[in-house]
């Protein structure tokens, strides 16, 4: 295994990368695909140094001790916050012990003023996780699986034929050109896919937006869910899927003839099948409202 | 997306150092090595697997001289280079770039693209809502018309099963998600819950006490002002 300590602005050349983990706080990271050598480039750096270590082909980059942030499995939030009260008080009481070190090991980063502006190139098979706090992050070219978890970043992603699952609180998700299946779930922020061809793609939201212009594979489908947030999904116009929405009280405009309608207190609905009804296209929403739209052609093609 | 050498961009770029003059493999490394300014290494596994290949197509030639490989283009290699020259050039603008300069790119790209798309389906969905307006002006009954008001058991039923659902869901999310947070993350949660809680009664009261549509507004309202009160807490 070989690991480098980085405090200032580096590159960092690397032979193979088969998997990468970044685990950032705050400021900025690519993740860019290349078929030249894999490297890391620091560009910015404040607050603690960023750890590179290639154990094997698995290439990480971060904060080590940010372990526990976001692999949180059996402890949950409240456990972590007693426990952090408990070991405050157990400082106070009876000075610095071998538990007060390690809760003030895993909270040292909280606070701290740790921000990084990262860029790393690796080959496109890579499958890529990336975990940050509030830093922002580009996901390009990577053919490989794809995993974003972001309290407030925005995520961007673009080119990427691999499946990707991203979680976010507020951040937003910007993402053109996906092929693989795609999976957003989020607390306010908003999705907008352009150009997508994936077979699946899953959006829930509370408040966020949903935005999708896809070419809907046979058999393919999309499931959006939110509350107050909109759904609007463009398709092409000989898309071909059965369509299953319904609101409480968000308006519903349809462009695809041969959908019913239900308009009643408390449910509106789109029902129906459009072209050889092959796909699926189920949107739920509590106020949002949801469009459903057909790409125009455009006048240039027609002619 | 153009990473510098995605895509078969290394093979044209071997096309392209082989133009310049007869090389053998060793001397294009070392020319790949200093261009990229120590970046990128190549090594021979990478480039004459490459070469092979350029000449199985029939692009280049080799002769043996003084017991090494040199390689040069051949009419075929010339007229493909000719033909892509503005891939060319376009590579060799790349290669002066980090890849920081390339996600930026990206970034911007993306971003246009997400920024047409919003501005576009706006505009659509306004159209397409128009159109709707003038022909189907019946769904706009008036309440009493409706009689016995079928949608309150559904509008309560619908609204509490989705916020139940989110407000457990993101519960779920936040502890094994991002639990290490700390203060924020049980914040959040509690905010969210406690919100979910308010908006759950306040529905069941307007369905109990006054079911018209008064109250189907005023449920509406809320649920508009706790979600701008949730989103205020994002952002």
Same mark, same amino acid.
């Given at each position: 295994?070989?690991?480098?300590?980085?405090?200032?602005?580096?590159?960092?050349?690397?032979?193979?990368?088969?998997?990468?983990?970044?685990?950032?706080?705050?400021?900025?990271?690519? *993740?860019?695909?290349?078929?030249?050598?894999?490297?890391?480039?620091?560009?910015?750096?404040?607050?603690?140094?960023?750890?590179?270590?290639?154990?094997?082909?698995?290439?990480? *980059?971060?904060?080590?001790?940010?372990?526990?942030?976001?692999?949180?499995?059996?402890?949950?939030?409240?456990?972590?916050?007693?426990?952090?009260?408990?070991?405050?008080?157990?400082?106070?009481?009876?000075?610095?012990?071998?538990?007060?070190?390690?809760?003030?090991? =895993?909270?040292?980063?909280?606070?701290? @003023?740790?921000?990084?502006?990262?860029?790393?190139?690796?080959?496109?098979?890579?499958?890529? =996780?990336?975990?940050?706090?509030?830093?922002?992050?580009?996901?390009?070219?990577?053919? $490989?699986?794809?995993?974003? @978890?972001?309290?407030?970043? &925005?995520?961007?992603?673009?080119?990427?034929?691999?499946?990707?699952?991203?979680?976010?609180?507020? $951040?937003?998700?910007?993402?053109?050109?996906?092929?693989?299946?795609?999976?957003?779930?989020?607390?306010?922020?908003?999705?907008? *896919?352009?150009?997508?061809?994936?077979?699946?793609?899953?959006?829930?939201?509370?408040?966020?937006?949903?935005?999708?212009?896809?070419?809907?594979?046979?058999?393919?489908?999309?499931?959006?869910?939110?509350?107050? $947030?909109?759904?609007?999904?463009?398709?092409?116009?000989?898309?071909?899927?059965?369509?299953?929405?319904?609101?409480?009280?968000?308006?519903?405009?349809? $462009?695809?003839?041969?959908?019913?309608? &239900?308009?009643?207190?408390? @449910?509106?609905?789109?029902?129906?099948?459009?072209?050889?009804?092959?796909? =699926?296209?189920? *949107?739920?929403?509590?106020?949002?409202?949801?469009?459903?739209?057909?790409?125009?052609?455009?006048?240039?093609?027609?002619? | 997306?153009?990473?510098?050498?995605?895509?078969?961009?290394?093979? !044209?770029?071997?096309?392209?150092?082989?133009?310049?003059?007869?090389?053998?493999?060793?001397?294009?490394?070392?020319?790949?090595?200093?261009?990229?300014?120590?970046?990128?290494?190549?090594?021979?596994?990478?480039?004459?697997?490459?070469?092979?290949?350029?000449?199985?197509?029939?692009?280049?030639?080799?002769?043996?001289?003084?017991?090494?490989? /040199?390689?040069? !283009?051949?009419?075929?290699?010339?007229?493909?280079?000719?033909?892509?020259?503005?891939?060319?050039?376009?590579?060799?603008?790349?290669?002066?770039?980090? /890849?920081?300069?390339?996600?930026?790119?990206?970034?911007?790209?993306?971003?246009?693209?997400?920024?047409?798309?919003?501005?576009?389906?706006?505009?659509?969905?306004?159209?397409?809502?128009?159109?709707?307006?003038?022909?189907?002006?019946?769904?706009?009954?008036?309440?009493?018309?409706?009689?016995?008001?079928?949608?309150?058991?559904?509008?309560?039923?619908?609204?509490?099963?989705?916020?139940?659902?989110?407000?457990?869901?993101?519960?779920?999310?936040?502890?094994?998600?991002?639990?290490?947070?700390?203060?924020?993350?049980?914040?959040?949660?509690?905010?969210?819950?406690?919100?979910?809680?308010? !908006?759950?009664?306040?529905?069941?009261?307007?369905?109990?006490?006054?079911?018209?549509? #008064?109250?189907?507004?005023?449920?509406?309202?809320?649920?508009?002002? #706790?979600?701008?009160?949730?989103?205020?807490?994002?952002?």
């Amino acid at each position: 295994m070989e690991r480098w300590m980085l405090e200032g602005p580096e590159t960092i050349p690397l032979d193979q990368v088969d998997k990468l983990v970044v685990k950032l706080v705050a400021g900025h990271v690519d *993740v860019v695909a290349t078929d030249g050598p894999p490297r890391v480039e620091l560009h910015e750096i404040e607050g603690a140094p960023i750890a590179v270590t290639d154990a094997d082909g698995v290439l990480s *980059v971060g904060y080590e001790d940010l372990g526990g942030v976001f692999d949180f499995d059996s402890t949950t939030a409240k456990e972590a916050l007693q426990g952090l009260g408990n070991a405050l008080r157990d400082l106070l009481q009876n000075g610095w012990t071998s538990e007060t070190q390690e809760w003030a090991r =895993r909270f040292s980063w909280f606070g701290n @003023k740790r921000r990084a502006v990262v860029s790393i190139a690796i080959p496109p098979r890579c499958p890529v =996780r990336l975990n940050v706090v509030y830093a922002s992050a580009v996901v390009a070219g990577i053919d $490989g699986e794809t995993k974003v @978890k972001s309290v407030s970043g &925005e995520v961007t992603l673009d080119s990427l034929s691999g499946s990707v699952d991203a979680h976010t609180v507020s $951040g937003d998700l910007e993402a053109q050109v996906l092929d693989g299946r795609l999976q957003f779930v989020t607390v306010s922020g908003d999705l907008t *896919v352009v150009q997508a061809t994936s077979d699946r793609i899953q959006g829930r939201t509370v408040s966020g937006d949903l935005t999708a212009d896809l070419d809907l594979a046979t058999d393919g489908s999309v499931e959006l869910s939110s509350v107050s $947030g909109d759904v609007t999904v463009r398709l092409a116009p000989t898309t071909g899927a059965k369509v299953d929405c319904v609101s409480t009280s968000g308006s519903m405009t349809s $462009g695809f003839d041969g959908l019913a309608r &239900e308009h009643k207190p408390g @449910k509106r609905a789109l029902h129906g099948s459009i072209g050889d009804a092959s796909g =699926r296209i189920e *949107v739920r929403t509590v106020s949002g409202a949801v469009h459903l739209l057909p790409r125009r052609v455009p006048a240039k093609e027609q002619a | 997306m153009t990473s510098v050498f995605g895509h078969g961009r290394l093979r !044209l770029y071997l096309l392209k150092l082989l133009d310049e003059e007869p090389r053998h493999g060793y001397d294009m490394i070392r020319l790949l090595e200093d261009r990229f300014m120590g970046v990128y290494a190549p090594s021979a596994g990478t480039i004459y697997p490459r070469l092979n290949r350029l000449e199985e197509e029939g692009l280049v030639s080799h002769e043996v001289v003084e017991g090494k490989k /040199v390689y040069r !283009l051949t009419d075929a290699g010339r007229a493909e280079l000719a033909e892509r020259s503005d891939e060319i050039e376009a590579l060799e603008q790349d290669i002066d770039r980090s /890849v920081r300069d390339l996600a930026r790119e990206v970034r911007e790209d993306v971003r246009s693209s997400v920024r047409n798309l919003r501005e576009e389906l706006k505009a659509a969905a306004r159209e397409v809502r128009d159109a709707d307006r003038e022909g189907r002006d019946d769904h706009r009954r008036p309440w009493d018309e409706i009689g016995d008001i079928p949608g309150w058991a559904e509008t309560k039923e619908a609204m509490s099963k989705a916020f139940k659902e989110s407000s457990k869901a993101w519960r779920t999310e936040w502890e094994h998600g991002f639990g290490g947070e700390g203060k924020t993350a049980k914040r959040v949660v509690r905010e969210l819950v406690r919100n979910t809680e308010l !908006l759950r009664d306040e529905v069941r009261r307007a369905v109990k006490t006054h079911a018209d549509e #008064t109250a189907l507004r005023e449920a509406n309202t809320t649920i508009e002002s #706790t979600l701008a009160r949730l989103r205020g807490l994002f952002r």
